[in-house]
């Protein structure tokens, strides 16, 4: 049983890193209905740029602060110069954008820092919180940011002018512009977030599988898996499918699969999901007349 419940806790805490970066996904895919296949060397080039804010002597938390600012800013930019002039293109083109900026990303990451493992810090050093035996520091502190991100984020598209604007413009971008709603704007701003929450993904996920420019390959591949479970079209039920992988991995891994093939898990759900339910447990079902 105490085997078990550890299990059951370190899949909830790497559940709320897959949970952060499944919204990032979302993010994009409601104003696109695109995949960004690109996201997760995203999260990867961030943290590894506040690895070297820390490595020059950065205290963890303003290195933090300042590379989801970055990463913020870069997600606009990178919007603007690169994906805006594919935006009336098929959907194949931007596929294949997104597959380019992701080999970028990476080829980059390794000319600049290698492709040796690296040792990531983490803010939650020391014993386990509250004498909890089945969590690690850093596990905890994990399940706490990603429970404070899935707060704010909720905070900001229901309680924000802003937020709202953002909702209108990527479920009806028409009537939102004869509203006045600056439509290329408000995507351009979902980059932005869908970066920077990667990046928070990216700086909890890395003290767990260490940092190198492979290091979200696979949780890219679970935030996916959670995505499509809990709904790609709505952010709080793939939110919900990241925890629920999370678990489901750690669990099968120790149990059932081995932890050689867990992998193979992700791609289950996925193949399951979408034969059974293809729009997710919580997401809409759209009906068109034809």
């Known amino acids: 049983m105490s085997a078990f419940l550890h299990q059951l806790a370190s899949g909830l805490a790497l559940g709320g890193v897959y949970a952060i970066m499944a919204l990032a996904l979302v993010m994009i895919f409601q104003a696109t209905q695109l995949v960004n296949f690109a996201q997760g060397e995203m999260a990867m080039f961030s943290t590894y740029f506040a690895w070297r804010l820390i490595d020059l002597g950065w205290p963890y938390w303003r290195a933090f602060a300042v590379t989801v600012i970055v990463s913020f800013f870069g997600g606009i930019a990178l919007e603007r110069i690169v994906v805006r002039p594919f935006a009336n293109a098929p959907a194949l083109a931007s596929v294949i954008v997104f597959i380019g900026l992701a080999l970028i990303f990476n080829a980059l990451a390794g000319w600049l820092y290698g492709y040796s493992v690296t040792d ?3 803010p939650f050093d020391g014993p386990p919180w509250f004498g909890q035996r089945y969590l690690s520091a850093h596990e905890s502190g994990a399940i706490l940011v990603s429970l404070v991100v899935l707060a704010a984020v909720y905070a900001f598209f229901r309680f924000t002018s802003l937020g709202l604007a ?3 413009a990527a479920q009806n ?6 509203l006045g709603v600056r439509v290329g704007w408000m995507l351009a701003l979902g980059w932005g977030l869908a970066a920077a929450i ?3 993904a990216g700086m909890m996920a890395a003290p767990i599988v260490y940092l190198d420019p492979n290091m979200m390959a696979g949780i890219l591949l679970y935030a996916f898996a959670g995505a499509v ?3 790609i079209d ?7 499918g990241g925890f629920a992988v999370g678990v489901l991995e750690n669990l099968m891994g120790a149990y059932v699969v081995g932890s050689e093939v867990k992998l193979s898990v992700a791609l289950a759900i996925i193949v399951g999901v979408l034969a059974w339910r293809p729009s ?4 809409r079902r ?4 034809v």
């Open 120 to 122: 990531f810090p983490t």
């Open 166 to 168: 953002m909702r209108a």
């Open 173 to 178: 971008p028409t009537s939102s512009r004869l």
């Open 198 to 200: 990667g990046a928070i």
């Open 229 to 231: 479970l809990g709904g």
């Open 234 to 240: 709505n952010p709080f039920g793939a939110a919900f």
């Open 280 to 283: 997710g447990l919580f997401g």
């Open 286 to 289: 759209i009906v068109a007349r």
